[in-house]
């Protein structure tokens, strides 16, 4: 049996080349990749400083390049992949997205949806923990580089 190549550690790696150029830019190292039948429908990565826009998230940005490519609002049968928890704005979103599935990396304590009381769609799968370690460690090299240039 053959095995598809195409698994969440897969589209994960893609969601983390987002998060390297968000880093090589300033920003602070989140990537997205929304996903639908194997293929990429939309990627994005942080925003908010080349914006000057508080909503400039990752996903946001994704879910907004994916609505584009599907010509409607609702990305059902799609799945996010995000190097970190998303926040309450983003779970918002991704709740009124109705997205099937949402894919996540690093676990952000302090302002993911999950300890924030944000919800996500009651059908939405969520799935954490993929390449963890990877995105937990961007975002550390990120927030020390910048306290060392302040």
Request: contains cysteine; aromatic residues 8%.
């Amino acid at each position: 049996m053959v095995e598809n190549p195409f698994d969440d550690t897969y589209f994960m790696k893609k969601a983390l080349q987002e998060a390297e150029i968000a880093f090589e830019n300033g920003e602070v190292p989140v990537g997205a990749v929304i996903v639908a039948n194997n293929r990429i429908i939309g990627k994005a990565h942080n925003l908010t400083e080349r914006l000057h826009d508080v909503t400039a998230h990752a996903e946001m940005q994704a879910i907004t390049a994916a609505s584009n490519f599907l010509g409607g609002k609702y990305l059902r049968g799609c799945t996010l992949y995000v190097t970190l928890e998303p926040c309450q704005m983003c779970a918002g979103a991704l709740y009124w997205s109705q997205i099937s599935k949402v894919v996540y990396g690093a676990a952000d304590l302090e302002r993911g949806f999950n300890v924030m009381g944000g919800h996500l769609h009651p059908k939405t799968e969520v799935v954490n923990g993929i390449l963890e370690n990877e995105s937990a460690e961007m975002l550390k090299r990120f927030f020390i580089q910048r306290r060392n240039l302040n």
